[in-house]
């Protein structure tokens, strides 16, 4: 436990960051492969809760990789990947869909208005919010990508201080529906709404330079950079979006991209208002 004074001077140190992000738009995505922990989440929510009381806007892009996984294993169909993204056949987008809009969304929903303030579920199908299109010419079946973001929709949400929580998932213009990876939809979405910082939360501590080697953390890259660690193939796997996304979302304006551990305790808190920050920091 700390004491009273040490207290009240950290919350005196957070100062000039909530000034300065006061009023400014922060896309978070909330990684799958952190949702299993109750005590976790609960912190997660509280931190969420507590920058939109000190006037940052937050707003949410979810994954649900394990959960997915989950449904799919009780139907005897078996998961399968491709440079980190899902191969998502019929069967396999009518799970992802039910998963993430109806289970996922709404136990975020909940444990957000459970803090007391409000948040909204919605998919990137809703307002049209995320227009996508096969990737690769349907190589990896019904998984898109984003064409276009309408943030409108989101817009007098955010102006009203609910906290958009978006399930990754965006339909064409024949109205099917594509299971998009949440690293990118997050990252469009920053681009689109002009977002101060993409945050990722994930299971590792950041980029990590060796393999499982959480001493090999990559504090901070500049886009040169982190296009050679793709090149390379120093991140791979689930790591390659989310590299990817934030080179994307850096080079159409969104000032700071972190991808940090999610399994840390307020690792969000820790990162937008502390000076060293706990995670990777891409900046442009
Ligand atoms: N260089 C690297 N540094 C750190 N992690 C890496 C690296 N290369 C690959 N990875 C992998 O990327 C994973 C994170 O991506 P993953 O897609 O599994 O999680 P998520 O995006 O948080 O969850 P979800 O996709 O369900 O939303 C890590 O657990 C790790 O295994
Ligand atoms: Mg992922």
Redesign the pocket.
Known sequence: MIDDSLRVSILSEALPYIQSFSGRKIVI???????NDEKLKEAFFRDIALLSSVGVRPVIV???????NNWLNKLDISPKFKN?LRITDQKTMEIVEMVLMGRVNKQIVRGINKTGSLAVGISGVDGNLIQSRELGNGSHGLVGEVAKINPELLEPLIEKSYIPVISSIGSNADCISHNI???FAAGEISAAINAEKLI?????????????NPN?L?KQINLKEARE?LEKN??????????ECCIRALAQGVRAAH?ID?RIEHSLLLEIFTNSGIGTMINA
């Open positions: 995505k909330y990684g799958g492969s952190i949702m979810h994954g649900g990789g394990p959960e997915i980190g990876n949440a690293d990722l939360l994930t299971d590792t501590p950041g980029i990590l330079k060796e393999k499982g090999s990559v660690f120093i991140v791979v796997n689930g790591m390659r979006p989310k590299t991808i999610g």
